[in-house]
């Protein structure tokens, strides 16, 4: 049987005056330093599975500062039924608010078959740390299918609107030199920060097989592939601890 389930946190200068859970996406308010409000996506149950429809809804209210990670990776496994699974996260950042969106790895298992949107809406003034990891396969398994796309708009308009597709059913090449390369972790770090207009990042390379490009607006993007998830997070932490403005 799938599962329906949308969770969703409100989040303001006050504290968290929503946090409804639901479903396999239970919410903890957890300990935080500096000035972040934290929130700890626990996973009550396997999923997504074959069939599931699930949802974040994230909103950060004007001047608010919101962290939110998750406990353990999120692993997409094959259900009962051959139907596709879905995973929604939708964003909104208000003015002079922050959102750092740093949850552990999503694995896409044999025989699964997941598509997955995060969607974010930005005020003009709006602060945001976008990472997404997403590793082909359990050790020693090919991967699941999967499909992801990541849409922001900043101030109404579009900053970025990226698709990727990897395992079975994926256009062909996604494993090729020119994308993958043989590596089955890939990531993507977004910033977007009113600093990088008066001081924008340069184009270049991150290590071996990472790129950090500037977009069309006060944001960066970090493109990168690595042989397993430990890699991959030490080139994205790095980028942070180098390139986030203050």
Known sequence: MSIQA???IVATREGLPEL???GPL???RTRATGPYTRVTVVGAMSAPLGGDRLAIETEVGQGARLQVDSAAATIALPGRTPEQACYDVRLT???DAELRWLPEQLISAYGSDLQMRTRVELAATA??????????????EQPGTLATRLTVRRAGRPLLDQELGYGPGAPGGWDGGAVLGGHRAVGQL???HPALDDKPVESRLVGETAVLTPLAGPAFLVTAVAPDARQLRCVLDE?????LPG
């Open 6 to 8: 949308t969770a969703r």
């Open 20 to 22: 409804l859970s639901d």
């Open 26 to 28: 239970a919410l903890r």
């Open 93 to 95: 950042v208000g003015e």
């Open 127 to 140: 602060r945001l740390v976008l990472r997404e990891e997403q590793i082909l396969g359990r050790y020693g």
């Open 190 to 192: 977004l910033v977007v």
């Open 239 to 243: 980028v942070l601890r180098t390139e």
